[in-house]
């Protein structure tokens, strides 16, 4: 079975500044998708990024980036710049890319709340 | 609506009693799933629909808990005999498909059983 792990309960950014968030996941699967959600107060899961794990180039929006290692199976987000609406829970997620392999359905890591300081 | 729809919001239950939450799914998407995230932890799953096959219901923590999709489109989870441990939030989420697509969230239904 598939588990993703967030080592970092809680992380804390001075605005404008970097941060970066952990995620380390564990598969004998080849092809899969890898996601960053964000979910604010709110409790709405909005999607951050994504990362297709056959592509060698990592993903990036805007001031979100990824550095998707496969051979160690690490998934890190990247912050820059840091705003106050970035304060969050970041989860990090895994999807099989076969059918019938978790049905489809996302594998979430436990979270990273990350405060940022005005 | 542009998005996932729940209801209601928040409900609060007494211990044994039976609940029913409710998800419109983004039109159009086959996928469908129902999360439960307790305070402070990450994402439980707990049942998926797609299409027309047969739920994928090996998330379902107990036989209290049960769910269906009328239609292939609205879904309602229902838990019998609630107890105190099923306090959550309970998401739903949508996707066009069953792997590429990203999952679309609603903004759950906070459940509080006294």
């Known amino acids: 079975a598939q588990t993703v792990t967030q080592s970092q309960p809680e992380m804390s950014v001075q605005e404008a500044e970097t941060v970066t968030l952990s995620c380390t996941y564990d598969t004998s699967e080849s092809d899969y998708y890898l996601f960053w959600y964000k979910q604010p107060p709110s409790r709405q899961m909005i999607l951050v990024i994504r990362q297709e794990a056959y592509k060698q180039q990592n993903a990036t929006e805007n001031r979100f980036s990824v550095n998707f290692q496969k051979a160690a199976k690490s998934f890190s987000l990247k912050i820059s710049d840091s705003q106050l609406g970035d304060a969050a829970m970041y989860f990090c997620a895994y999807r099989s890319a076969f059918y019938g392999g978790s049905q489809g359905n996302l594998i979430f890591g436990k979270g990273t709340k990350l405060s940022v300081k005005p | 609506g542009a998005g996932v729809s729940q209801s209601p919001s928040n409900k609060v239950t007494e211990k044994g009693k039976d609940v029913e939450l409710r998800c419109d799914p983004i039109?159009?998407?086959?996928?469908l799933y129902w999360y439960r995230q307790s305070l402070g932890q990450g994402l439980e799953f707990l049942i998926y629909f797609q299409g027309n096959s047969a739920p994928d219901k090996s998330g379902l923590p107990s036989d209290r808990f049960s769910a269906e999709r009328t239609g292939g489109s609205v879904s309602t989870l229902t838990i019998q005999r609630t107890q105190q441990e099923d306090s959550a939030v309970y998401l739903c989420?949508?996707?066009?498909?069953?792997?590429?697509?990203?999952?679309?969230f609603g903004n759950g239904t906070r459940l509080t059983v006294t």
């Open positions: 989420a949508s996707s066009a498909d069953w792997n590429n697509s990203p999952l679309h």
């Open positions: 039109s159009g998407h086959t996928a």
